[in-house]
């Protein structure tokens, strides 16, 4: 049985690219294959220079705002580090934030509207956040930092002494033994700011500044926000006397072992969440327990009608597995509905390989470094993501590439060898793509157009 494909070479045209396969499947069945050959499709890259790294930047560390306008990175000078917006260096610092491992790359935020930055900084012993290039009082550690969605405000997380607390539009809250750093979110619309906090033994929800509700513990929402699409709904996981539940709009419903991250559906109406009774993990959904058993959250298509998961080694959609026909896989990413809601399509592992799958149909197989999650068309009809191929020789790393992968629907899928490092891959019509590039001291913005050959 075929089972896949793994990426061999790549024959680069002028204007497109042809990829020639060795279709040694997984099972080591050997044959040739030629993939993307019978593509009527071709990518065309055209880039646009937007700055370059200073010497000594950490181009990882580079951020780009969401309209690709912006761009802020970290750099090594005079012993310390500096932050560099959009070409414009800030005051040396001791460390900007990595506390982990030392290394020193930060946080940058930009807002939703791409005009406001924000990130953490350290000098000496003290902690501060930098926003829109204005230095906040300092604290022993800062963090959590978040922009609302109509990038008016900011909020983030702040602790001095023993004492944890929200600082939103500079102004301290309430203080407490500790404050979970996932769980701080605005409302959809602006309009609220939530959080959970720890004070004493207890843990409480606390919703603009006041506690709604207490508990023994209180989950993160570290999956979905506590908040509703619409901004008028709540739900979050509590536990009391050792016993899990949600807690939608006040009401606590049914008791668990454990109860894990309840999301919304996107209109709002529904609720689905990770439950556990005894040796039992599955999905609620409505309050009514499915019987296939779950690894982790679920998530729901955006008409709010369907909804997909993880089980074990399978890919539930509407309760029904849908993996390929090679059957279980070893590992995948959260699956990703189309914006119809009729398509699904997720990234997979399978003995050291990595392919994107797409309604059950499996992509090229990349056996190194690996791909980023797929993303679809406005219209549903394409699905991309970026590809990264270490070619080795003798145990050793000689050459990294990296492509754009484009499916057209079945077989029809077309490949593009960039000479730049590529991030941040987004769709900014049905067959335009956008991403950014680099390669040494050179930053671009990419655009990628659909074409017919």
Known sequence: MKRGFRFIAALIG??????????????????????????????????????TFQTGAIPFSLEISPDYRRMAYVADR??????????????????????????????????????????DAQRDDRSFMVVDGIEGRSYSSVGGHVFSPDSKRIAYLASQGKHSFVVLDGKEGKKYRSIGGFSLSFSPDSQHIAYVAQSGKKWH???????????????????????????????????????????????????????????????????????????RQFIVVDE???????????????????????????????????????GPL??????????????????????????????????????SAGISEPIFSPDSKRVAYIAHYVEKSNG???????????????????????????????FVGDRTLRAIGVRDFEIVRVNFEMEKR
């Open 78 to 119: 005079e012993g310390g580090w500096i932050a560099v917006v959009d070409g414009n260096n800030s005051a040396v610092y001791t460390k900007l934030d990595c506390p982990d491992n030392g290394c020193p790359y930060t946080k940058f935020i930009f807002s939703t509207d791409s005009k406001r930055i924000a990130y």
């Open 205 to 279: 929800v606390v919703v603009d500044g006041k506690e709604v509700s207490t508990y023994d513990e209180i989950s993160e929402p570290a999956f979905c926000s506590i908040f509703s699409p619409d901004s008028k709904r709540i739900a979050y996981a509590a536990k009391r006397d050792n016993q899990w539940f949600v807690v939608l709009d006040g009401k606590e419903l049914t008791q668990y072992d454990q109860a894990i991250s309840p999301c919304f559906s996107p209109d709002s109406k529904r609720i689905a969440y990770l439950a556990v009774r005894g040796n």
């Open 396 to 426: 050793f790393d000689v050459a990294h590439k990296w492509y754009v992968v484009v499916n057209e629907g079945g077989s029809n899928t077309a490949l593009l060898e960039s000479a730049f490092r590529l991030t941040n891959l987004s």
């Open 330 to 367: 070893s590992s995948f990413s959260s699956p990703v509905f189309s914006p119809d809601s009729n398509r699904v399509a997720y990234k997979a592992w399978l003995k050291g390989e990595n392919s994107i799958i797409v309604d059950g149909l499996v992509g090229p197989w990349f056996s």
């Open 288 to 326: 009514k327990e499915n019987a296939m058993g779950a690894n982790c959250c679920a998530s729901f298509s955006p008409d709010s009608k369907r909804i997909v998961y993880t089980s074990r080694n399978n890919i539930v959609v509407d309760d029904k597995v849908v993996n390929p026909d090679y």
């Open 14 to 51: 002028a204007m497109g690219i042809m990829v020639e396969v060795l279709a040694a499947g997984i099972d080591d069945a050997e044959m040739v294959q030629q993939f993307s050959t019978k593509s009527d499709m071709q990518l065309v890259a055209r880039y646009v220079p937007i700055g």
